[in-house]
């Protein structure tokens, strides 16, 4: 396997591509204007990284997932992803990018909740797609905060710039928000993909050989990432992808609650649960009524 080049300030990366560093924990490069003259096909940053590419220009890999960069597309990397990258030899980029360290938001609003922007951790194929008028949007973020790297160090830069990264994330929410929107279809499949998974991991003897199914496992055999997944079903249903599993497991509670010959305890094992308690205090919490309860009303 290739060794994987890694850069952990936003400094080095500015170096890497022979750019002026102007702030040592920020930065926003425009790749028309310069690029290194080897691309290393593996990389792991120590800081927050977004990529505006305006072309067509290779592969970006995350695990087994391959993502073609098209036209107008957002990438988000967090500190410590490995990317694989294929590029050609003679291509030339063109698109932005937004760098910033960890330690430029310790402190501020946005280091309090940078983990509420799940899509850092969205697999690359899960990218954002950007409509004409929203990069525009994009690019005025950007050049708000390159104002700011420009007119040097003072009381204010680090809350300025920080609120405009933040800035940038929130119209980035929406965007994806409008993104899920316009994919209905495709997450209505998957929603459907979903259901028969946990149709067919309750019939299986899974339940007993590895337990209650995890929004992890779901996400992987459904070919995403984790954070993606969630996000999903949250916006297709209005419950969390674990509130959704649990509604879904006490449906089949109550279907096998009504053979009269099974102890509950056997219904929970049945279905996962290493502890019979758990099972009762997760059957009531939804439904108002103990398993026993339940069985004795119907």
Do not use: W
């Not at 409008?178 to 929603?191: E, G, K, L, P």
């Not at 102890?263 to 939804?286: C, D, M, N």
């Amino acid at each position: 396997m290739e060794k994987i080049q890694r850069i952990d300030t936003v400094s080095e990366h500015d170096t890497f591509y022979h750019k002026e560093n102007l702030h040592p924990l920020v930065s926003v490069i425009d790749f028309s204007e310069t690029f290194p003259e080897v691309y290393a096909s593996r990389m792991s940053f120590g800081f927050y990284a977004v990529y505006l590419k305006d072309v067509q220009c290779g592969d970006l890999k995350y695990g087994r997932s391959t993502y073609d960069y098209q036209d107008k597309t957002l990438v988000f990397v967090a500190p410590g992803q490995i990317i694989n990258v294929n590029i050609d030899e003679n291509y030339k980029p063109q698109g932005f990018a937004l760098l910033f360290h960890p330690d430029l938001i310790h402190g501020t609003a946005l280091g309090r909740h940078i983990d509420d922007y799940s899509f850092f951790s969205y697999e690359s194929r899960e990218a954002l797609h950007l409509s004409e008028k929203e990069r525009k949007i994009v690019l005025d973020c950007f050049d708000k905060i390159k104002y700011e790297l420009e007119q040097g160090t003072d009381k204010h830069s680090k809350k300025l710039i920080a609120a405009n990264i933040e800035l940038f994330l929130d119209y980035c929410v929406r965007f994806y928000d409008r993104q899920f929107i316009t994919r209905n279809d495709a997450n209505r499949t998957n929603i459907e993909k979903f259901d028969n998974l946990l149709k067919d991991y309750f019939n299986s003897d899974k339940p007993q050989t590895i337990g209650l199914p995890s929004v992890a496992y779901c996400a992987e055999q459904l070919f995403l990432s984790p954070n993606y997944f969630g996000d999903m079903v949250k916006k297709e249903t209005g419950k969390t992808a674990m509130e959704y599993i649990h509604l879904k497991i006490v449906d089949l509670a109550k279907e096998r609650i009504m053979d009269a010959s099974k102890s509950v305890s056997e219904i929970a094992y049945e279905l996962g649960f290493k502890y019979p308690q758990h099972f009762t205090r997760s059957f009531k919490k939804i439904t108002g009524y103990s398993p026993l309860e339940y069985r004795s009303l119907n």
